[in-house]
């Protein structure tokens, strides 16, 4: 089971180890899913299938964002941070499938995040640009990954509302981390008051 959980991991929620946005249906399923000729179960198990790629976007945006915000919370980052945190992980996943394209995703959009972070002059006491810069990662990170399996490959037939909507989500999601993390925490309530 444990096999089989790691690799259900590893090729449905991350990212950037999947090209599931440029794979058509028949592409997807297997042998005998190819054989179904209804096509509303067809185009279900299509919908299924982008939505899970769209999950694996938002786990992985989460993944990479969230030390990220720690450490910024608390301390102010060296230039070199977010290029280190963005393209590692995606340059050890391409190790395993031996395939490095990935990689540059990574390494641009993080000296991106490294440029915006340092002109902005970001400090964990300013919160708004720490919400504007964990807003702006996710967003040069996905344009880049949707740029490059529409160039590197033969192009993606996810609607644009798809693959907008998943770059728009997924800098929500790293305003709302940021929001969640410089958010103050509540007040002590004294329980002896209560009882």
């Known amino acids: 089971m444990g ?3 790691t690799g259900f991991f590893a090729m449905n929620f991350w990212a950037f180890n999947s090209s599931n946005p440029t794979l058509k249906f028949g592409e997807i ?15 279900f198990l299509a919908q299924q299938s982008q939505i899970s790629g ?11 964002l969230l030390p990220l915000i720690w450490i910024a919370r608390r301390w102010r980052l060296p230039f070199g941070s977010f290029t280190i945190l963005l393209s590692l992980p995606i340059i050890l996943m391409g190790v395993l499938d031996v395939d490095f394209k990935m990689s540059i995703i990574g390494i641009v959009s993080g ?3 490294d ?3 340092k002109i902005w002059r970001v400090t964990p006491a300013i919160r708004y640009k720490n919400h504007a810069v964990f807003t702006m990662v996710p967003f040069c990170l996905f344009s880049l990954y949707f740029l490059d399996l529409q160039i590197a490959t033969s192009g ?9 909507g998943s770059i728009v ?3 929500l999601s790293g305003l709302v981390l940021s929001a969640f993390a410089y958010s103050k925490p509540p007040k002590h309530v004294n329980m002896s008051i209560l009882n």
């Open 29 to 43: 399923s297997n042998s005998s899913l190819q054989s179904i000729s209804d096509p509303d179960l067809q185009h």
């Open 115 to 117: 440029f915006i972070y």
């Open 169 to 171: 989500l997924s800098m």
């Open 3 to 5: 096999t089989s959980f």
């Open 54 to 64: 769209i999950s694996g976007i938002l786990i992985t945006n989460t993944i990479l």
């Open 156 to 164: 993606i037939v996810w609607i644009p509302v798809f693959w907008g």
């Open 111 to 113: 000296l991106a995040a």
